[in-house]
């Protein structure tokens, strides 16, 4: 018998306690290296709004283009013989493409429960109230926390099949290695006939791409620029924002886009008790996102061992969302 769900807010909340371990461990590596999960405080949400909102971010309009015009493909492709299921959006932020899809199964009178997974509980607290209002009907369940804590927490709440979203080209906030251990993490995590989609950004002209990531409005810099914020209001750290400055690179070969705050001079930082010295011109690494070529993402399917039932591209083909399922 399946579990009656409620819709009710289950949090799994990420501490301080983390938060410090993970930049005074990040800030001791060279080169040094911050986690871009941090970036999400209230401010850094806000930010990231407005970075979807610009012109240059294609992102955000091709993965929109796919889910908005091609909705019924996408439910099709989910849908199994109107077989009650769990949909889990790992990273959802403010849900605006996966509404789409949520508004169509909606209106289908499907019996589902939609799980967003998010480490900021400021932009799940307003996803519940939007939702809610818009969709009386829909059963939610929020998480808060990082995506395997709070999948297992979503697969101990109920035993139906699973369809999980990754979407954004969010799997391309890992370098390679990373990539290949999260899918293969996240396949033992899932069972059999379970799916995944999972957006990918494409390799495209490399001019295109960098400027996606180093707009002239900077306000890609003050996103990243935020977390140094972030850490002198919650860590008792000390940066000096004016010190650093964003760097953007793109490697078209590889397909790694990289960010780095460089420091301006030589300094010390304190975060606490603990001093980080930062030579002048000294990099610290903030964040990836890869780009992927057809070959990359049947590569990285065949080796966490999923099967591709299929690929919705966008108008433009420069965005795939990939339909994975758990062979």
Request: aromatic share 10%; charged share 30%.
């Amino acid at each position: 018998m399946k579990p009656q769900l409620d819709t009710e807010q289950y949090i799994g909340t990420v501490t301080n306690d983390n938060f410090r371990s993970d930049v005074v461990e990040g800030l001791k590596k060279t080169p040094k290296k911050l986690k871009s999960k941090y970036f999400y405080d209230k401010a850094g949400d806000e930010l990231f709004l407005d970075i979807m909102k610009m012109p240059e971010y294609y992102l955000t309009d091709c993965e929109l283009d796919i889910f908005k015009n091609k909705t019924k493909e996408l439910a099709d492709t989910i849908l199994v013989n109107e077989e009650p299921f769990d949909l889990i959006e790992l990273g959802a932020g403010d849900a605006m493409k996966s509404s789409y899809l949520l508004e169509h199964l909606v209106k289908q009178n499907l019996e589902f429960t939609y799980m967003p997974i998010d480490i900021s509980g400021n932009i799940l607290s307003v996803l519940n109230e939007k939702f809610s209002d818009r969709f009386p009907s829909l059963d939610i369940i929020t998480l808060e926390g990082d995506y395997f804590e709070m999948l297992d927490k979503a697969t101990s709440i109920s035993n139906r099949r699973r369809v999980v979203l990754f979407l954004g080209g969010n799997i391309g906030n890992m370098d390679l290695d990373e990539s290949y251990h999260f899918c293969r993490e996240l396949k033992r995590k899932l069972n059999h006939g379970d799916l995944l989609l999972i957006g990918f950004d494409l390799k495209k002209n490399p001019h295109t791409i960098l400027k996606a990531y180093n707009d002239p409005a900077g306000i890609t810099s003050s996103f990243n620029l935020n977390l140094l914020i972030r850490m002198n209001r919650e860590l008792e750290a000390d940066f000096d924002v004016l010190n650093f400055q964003h760097y953007q690179t793109y490697d078209p070969i590889s397909g790694a886009c990289k960010s780095y705050l460089v420091s301006l001079t030589e300094q010390n930082v304190h975060i606490g008790n603990q001093i980080f010295r930062f030579d002048e011109n000294e990099l610290i690494d903030m964040e990836i996102s890869q780009k992927f070529s057809q070959d990359d993402i049947s590569k990285l399917a065949r080796d966490s061992k999923f099967h591709i039932i299929d690929e919705i591209a966008d108008s433009k083909n420069w965005f795939v969302d990939s339909i994975w399922q758990v062979l």
